[in-house]
Nanobody
Framework: EVQLVESGGGLVQPEGSLKLSCATS????????MSWVRQTPGKGPEWVGS?????????HYAGSVRGRFTISRDDAKNTLYLQMNSLKEEDTAMYYC?????????????RGQGTQVTVSS
């Protein structure tokens, strides 16, 4: 059974930082490109960024988070990470890890249950 379990969300003040984790099981994590997406009530999912599975650690980010967010992975631990710095109120959303590279076949085939991030003073 494929499982993706996000954690690390919470309430943070503007300009603060959070690091999200996505623990996975049930598939060969190291062979999958992975992504983070976020969603707010009443809106569709917004792609945050993706990381390649080829060992290069190559990443791509949405313009709204580039320079503030960093995606990384630990293939030995089957875990995906999202380091979020300089958080803004507009970053408030439910954050999900998903399998696949944004725009590629198979993107979003599996998704976790999400972790809530709230940025507020």
């Amino acid at each position: 059974e494929v499982q993706l379990v996000e954690s690390g969300g919470g309430l943070v003040q503007p300009e603060g930082s959070l690091k999200l984790s996505c623990a996975t099981s049930g598939f060969s994590f190291g062979t999958y490109d992975m992504s983070w997406v976020r969603q707010t009530p009443g809106k569709g999912p917004e792609w945050v960024g993706s990381i390649k599975s080829d060992g290069s650690g190559g990443t791509h980010y949405a313009g709204s988070v580039r320079g503030r967010f960093t995606i990384s992975r630990d293939d030995a631990k089957n875990t995906l990470y999202l380091q979020m710095n300089s958080l803004k109120e507009e970053d408030t959303a439910m954050y999900y890890c998903v399998t696949g590279m944004y725009g590629s076949p198979g993107y979003g085939a599996f998704r976790g249950q999400g972790t809530q991030v709230t940025v507020s003073s």
